[in-house]
């Protein structure tokens, strides 16, 4: 057995590091492509729906792990040379954008529909109607939700452990084997996972609480 | 682009795959029914009288939902062990998607008890209801139908998460992609396909659930 020191402690910041530029660069290109998905799948085109259920529907029914094999070897393919990074980052970003895309149907689903006609009425088009009416108040609707994914989406980073990106699952992997105290080293990796997740998923219960009182 | 997409190697492979999507429903089955049990169990003693009881399945329901499944099934397939339990790695897997199924189950069963209102109750007992029936007719089944939406999303959610269980070779859909890929180093075709799997069964399961639910559930409320 080996000790915990500085140096393995380094290490595991360097891979803490690499999991939250992940769950940032997921959470943002998932949100810009899940706005889209979101407004492509309220939109009056069928096709455009139809597509946008397709892509949300094999998303959430497939394992993000899956996810991660099939674009890290797929992007291989186009014969593109990029490096492990990317390709997890681009994987991050699809599986976000669907699952926040479908939070996001949802959220304008809630808006009443006297908002939209409202606003019809008052004869902004499209561009307006979204952007000064309906957007800002989905986005608020859908807070709660779009927190927990958040939190879904920083533990899931941890799968690119799998594909043999070195964030702080894989780090904390690593210096098992070299420390032979695997139950140390995880507890203290789970510790760092809960210490960032657990004051999310309770702003976003909290909100939860308030929301559904101010409803009533 | 110059490659050249080969499915029949992964096709040849055909058996290994049926059997690993075997492993895959077992072990999501086995896992739904254990992460059932801790749900039930710890909601009764979420209603415990003792606090120190009470405040156990809160920290246990807050660690589980806020690390990694990753890091737990790590953390269960090292620990078991230095508890003097062996285990082989996929009843490992088991354990330990039922602890974090049946984490997310306490919270979704608690909300389901919650919203039996204390009025109906009274209301069975005052039409003459026996106890057994007040709580089968009044509070089961109107608490069933309110938690079976989030309950099976989050077991269609287990089912996806069994893939996660590779990383400690259990028995299971993707360690046999993980295999066909290492003889066949088709890694593309191979992940493609297994993907394509795992969509089917979700799928399945997802219509065999909406069906239970318009088979027992299809009744007025209002």
Same mark, same amino acid.
């Given at each position: 057995?080996?000790?915990?020191?500085?140096?393995?402690?380094?290490?595991?910041?360097?891979?803490?590091?690499?999991?939250?530029?992940?769950?940032?660069?997921?959470?943002?290109?998932?949100?810009?492509?899940?706005?889209?998905?979101?407004?492509?799948?309220?939109?009056?085109?069928?096709?455009?729906?139809?597509?946008?259920?397709?892509?949300?529907?094999?998303?959430?029914?497939?394992?993000?792990?899956?996810?991660?094999?099939?674009?890290?070897?797929?992007?291989?393919?186009?014969?593109?040379?990029?490096?492990?990074?990317?390709?997890?980052?681009?994987?991050?970003?699809?599986?976000?954008?669907?699952?926040?895309?479908?939070?996001?149907?949802?959220?304008?689903?809630?808006?009443?529909?006297?908002?939209?006609?409202?606003?019809?009425?008052?004869?902004?088009?499209?561009?307006?109607?979204?952007?000064?009416?309906?957007?800002?108040?989905?986005?608020?609707?859908?807070?709660?939700?779009?927190?927990?994914?958040?939190?879904?989406?920083?533990?899931?980073?941890?799968?690119?452990?799998?594909?043999?990106?070195?964030?702080?699952?894989?780090?904390?992997?690593?210096?098992?084997?070299?420390?032979?105290?695997?139950?140390?080293?995880?507890?203290?990796?789970?510790?760092?996972?809960?210490?960032?997740?657990?004051?999310?998923?309770?702003?976003?219960?909290?909100?939860?609480?308030?929301?559904?009182?101010?409803?009533? | 682009?110059?490659?050249?997409?080969?499915?029949?190697?992964?096709?040849?492979?055909?058996?290994?795959?049926?059997?690993?999507?075997?492993?895959?429903?077992?072990?999501?089955?086995?896992?739904?029914?254990?992460?059932?049990?801790?749900?039930? &169990?710890?909601?009764?003693?979420?209603?415990?009288?003792?606090?120190?009881?009470?405040?156990?399945?809160?920290? $246990?329901?807050?660690?589980?939902?806020?690390?990694?499944?990753?890091?737990?099934? $790590?953390?269960?397939?090292?620990?078991?062990?230095?508890?003097?339990?062996?285990?082989?790695?996929?009843?490992?897997?088991?354990?330990?998607?039922?602890?974090?199924?049946?984490?997310?189950?306490?919270?979704?069963?608690?909300?389901?008890?919650?919203?039996?209102?204390?009025?109906?109750?009274?209301?069975? $007992?005052?039409?003459?209801?026996?106890?057994?029936?007040?709580?089968?007719?009044?509070?089961?089944?109107?608490? &069933?139908?309110?938690?079976?939406?989030?309950?099976?999303?989050? $077991?269609?959610?287990?089912?996806?998460?069994?893939?996660?269980?590779?990383?400690?070779?259990?028995?299971?859909?993707?360690?046999?992609?993980?295999?066909?890929?290492?003889?066949?180093?088709?890694?593309?075709?191979?992940?493609?396909?297994?993907?394509?799997?795992? &969509?089917?069964?979700?799928? &399945?399961?997802?219509?065999?659930?909406?069906?239970?639910?318009?088979?027992?559930?299809?009744?007025?409320?209002?």
């Amino acid at each position: 057995m080996g000790p915990i020191g500085e140096n393995e402690f380094f290490f595991l910041m360097q891979g803490l590091k690499w999991t939250v530029l992940l769950a940032i660069v997921g959470f943002i290109g998932g949100g810009i492509f899940g706005i889209l998905i979101a407004l492509l799948r309220t939109s009056k085109t069928k096709v455009a729906r139809r597509i946008t259920a397709g892509f949300i529907g094999v998303f959430q029914g497939t394992p993000l792990l899956m996810q991660l094999f099939v674009v890290y070897y797929g992007v291989a393919l186009l014969g593109i040379e990029v490096n492990a990074w990317i390709a997890v980052a681009i994987a991050f970003t699809l599986h976000a954008s669907a699952f926040l895309g479908e939070i996001w149907r949802g959220s304008i689903e809630a808006v009443p529909k006297g908002q939209t006609e409202a606003a019809n009425a008052l004869g902004l088009h499209y561009v307006s109607r979204m952007k000064d009416v309906i957007l800002p108040q989905a986005l608020k609707i859908s807070m709660p939700a779009t927190i927990g994914f958040l939190v879904q989406l920083i533990k899931g980073t941890s799968l690119a452990a799998i594909v043999g990106f070195i964030e702080l699952t894989r780090a904390g992997q690593i210096i098992s084997n070299q420390t032979y105290r695997p139950l140390l080293v995880f507890g203290i990796v789970g510790a760092i996972y809960f210490i960032i997740c657990w004051p999310l998923s309770h702003a976003g219960s909290g909100l939860e609480k308030r929301m559904a009182k101010a409803a009533r | 682009m110059s490659y050249t997409f080969d499915f029949g190697a992964v096709l040849d492979r055909a058996p290994e795959l049926l059997w690993g999507s075997l492993g895959t429903l077992g072990l999501a089955l086995a896992g739904m029914f254990l992460a059932l049990v801790i749900g039930i &169990l710890g909601v009764v003693a979420r209603t415990s009288k003792s606090e120190i009881t009470r405040t156990l399945v809160i920290i $246990f329901v807050e660690v589980v939902r806020n690390t990694p499944f990753l890091v737990q099934i $790590f953390f269960i397939y090292f620990a078991l062990p230095l508890m003097g339990i062996r285990l082989n790695p996929t009843v490992t897997a088991i354990i330990a998607l039922g602890i974090n199924g049946g984490a997310y189950a306490i919270e979704i069963i608690r909300g389901g008890v919650e919203s039996v209102s204390r009025g109906q109750i009274e209301a069975g $007992f005052a039409l003459g209801l026996h106890k057994a029936d007040v709580f089968r007719l009044i509070v089961l089944k109107p608490a &069933l139908r309110a938690i079976y939406p989030s309950l099976t999303s989050q $077991f269609i959610m287990l089912t996806l998460t069994t893939s996660v269980c590779t990383s400690i070779a259990a028995y299971e859909l993707t360690s046999a992609a993980q295999r066909i890929e290492s003889d066949t180093f088709r890694s593309f075709e191979v992940y493609f396909t297994v993907t394509a799997i795992y &969509l089917v069964i979700s799928s &399945l399961m997802m219509g065999l659930f909406a069906l239970i639910s318009r088979q027992y559930f299809n009744y007025p409320t209002r």
